[in-house]
């Protein structure tokens, strides 16, 4: 069964202190790796999508690595607008169901 | 942000009671879906849409059916409502399935007592 699991389920970080994200999967035929950020109240807003194993983006103060088995979110020198919730999600290749994970809440304090 | 709205944003209903959820898009893309998340969970799907009158069931779909009579517009109906249904509900677009992002609505919050 397709499982997609993050960690920690909650972060707390000083400003400045840089720190990473986890999301390993286990998803048959993987397609595509979403990562997701969401606001309280609000839905998930679009950061990254990775598609193949050794494929890293970035954004701002945020980059995204993939491997066979796991995804890391990592967050540079994190400001307090970056707390939020980040979501991962795994499109699988053969019946292209995206499985998400329960997500890590981060909070930055100034 | 994309042209996404839900309707209503917020909802309180009694056991028993239909409620239907309203998913609007000003994109034009192919594909909407109906998500539930609750604490602990990820998001799940419910149904999705592959064109007008094209429909499918996602993993949770039990207590829900689904109606696409407009590109633009993608309705989820709690036929009977119960409590164990109460969940944020989020919509979605993307332009395919095979590799295109999902973009997610505000959500909507039901309530049932």
């Known amino acids: 069964e397709d499982q997609v699991t993050q960690s920690p389920e909650a972060l707390r970080l000083q400003e400045g202190e840089s720190s990473s994200l986890n999301c390993s999967y286990t998803?048959?035929?993987?397609?595509?790796l979403f990562w997701y950020r969401q606001d309280p109240g609000k839905g998930p807003e679009f950061l990254f999508t990775?598609?193949?194993a050794g494929e890293e983006k970035e954004k701002e103060r945020l980059k995204a690595t993939l491997t066979k088995k796991e995804s890391f979110l990592h967050i540079t020198a994190p400001k307090p607008e970056d707390s939020a919730t980040y979501l991962c999600?795994?499109?699988?290749?053969?019946?292209?169901?995206?499985?998400f994970g329960a997500g890590t809440t981060v909070t930055v304090r100034a | 942000d994309a042209g996404i709205t839900q309707s209503p944003r917020h909802k309180v209903t009694e056991t028993g009671t239909p409620v239907t959820l309203r998913c609007h898009q000003t994109?034009?893309?192919?594909?909407m879906y109906w998500y539930r998340q609750d604490p602990g969970h990820g998001l799940r799907l419910i149904h999705y849409?592959?064109?007008?009158?094209?429909?499918d069931k996602g993993e949770v779909s039990d207590g829900y059916s689904v109606s696409r009579s407009k590109t633009e517009d993608f309705l989820l109906t709690l036929e009977s409502a119960t409590s164990s249904q109460t969940s944020v509900y989020f919509c979605?677009?993307?332009?395919?399935?095979?590799?295109?992002?999902?973009?997610f609505g505000p959500g909507t919050r039901l309530t049932v007592l």
């Open positions: 849409s592959y064109g007008v009158k094209d429909t």
């Open positions: 994109e034009n893309h192919r594909y």
């Open positions: 998803v048959s035929g993987l397609r595509g």
């Open positions: 999600a795994a499109l699988r290749s053969n019946d292209y169901k995206l499985s």
């Open positions: 990775l598609y193949s």
């Open positions: 979605a677009i993307s332009e395919s399935r095979a590799t295109d992002t999902q973009y």
